[in-house]
């Protein structure tokens, strides 16, 4: 398939990255030699069958210890950002949805988010002081749409909090990138890509350890 465009930053020049050709996921990798997003191309996406199977085997339980911790790799930098009963947005917030949880019991009101366990878009209609995507962005077929919409629902002055795991940028360590191995993990930013997002939006640009990126709204 010839691609015509990153499905970011819409920029065309695009090339080819990674093929695997094993049996376990069998998909090629693309690059944007602009923004420098990795992804998969619209035949070697999931169904949205083996999308929910897949996600059906997380076991995301809010009173898991450990889930929580993992959690409070985003939460703990946000919440020293925060002013005190913000009000915020998780987007995709899974089976178990457990970080609204963790915002909540700081004191902030929370709504969440999921196309396959809380769909309610009229979350979109309205605007939040943050908003969280913990384990998300990997997933999204249309990065630049759906981002865009949460950027868009972001008051000025605001917070959006990501955390993905991110690539190094070369392809001896894509090829065993562990990460990459999840059938529903088709889009992967670089820390070149979150700075692009930056520039794009005008916005700060915080990292948090090796996974975890704030933009605060200007």
Request: charged share 25%; net charge negative; proline share 7%.
């Amino acid at each position: 398939m010839q691609l015509s465009s990153c499905p970011l930053c819409d920029h065309p020049d695009i090339n080819h990255y990674y093929k695997d050709t094993s049996e376990h996921h069998g998909s090629d990798f693309y690059q944007c030699q602009r923004c420098r997003l990795i992804f998969a191309p619209p035949e070697d996406r999931p169904s949205p069958e083996e999308e929910f199977e897949r996600y059906e085997t997380h076991e995301n339980d809010p009173g898991d210890e450990r889930y929580r911790r993992f959690l409070n790799q985003l939460a703990e930098p946000m919440n020293e950002l925060l002013e005190p009963e913000s009000e915020g947005l998780d987007f995709g917030s899974g089976p178990g949805p457990t970080l609204n949880i963790l915002f909540q019991g700081q004191g902030h009101r929370m709504r969440i988010y999921d196309p396959f366990y809380a769909n309610d878009r009229s979350v979109f209609e309205n605007t939040y002081d943050f908003i969280t995507a913990t384990e998300v962005v990997e997933h999204l077929f249309c990065p630049g749409k759906e981002l865009g919409r949460l950027w868009r629902c972001l008051r000025p002055g605001g917070y959006l909090g990501i955390m993905t795991e991110m690539p190094r940028d070369n392809r001896s360590f894509f090829a065993d990138w562990h990460y990459r191995l999840d059938l529903t993990h088709v889009t992967f930013f670089t820390k070149t890509t979150f700075r692009w997002l930056a520039s794009h939006w005008d916005a700060l640009l915080t990292f948090h350890g090796n996974r975890v990126i704030i933009f605060r709204k200007s």
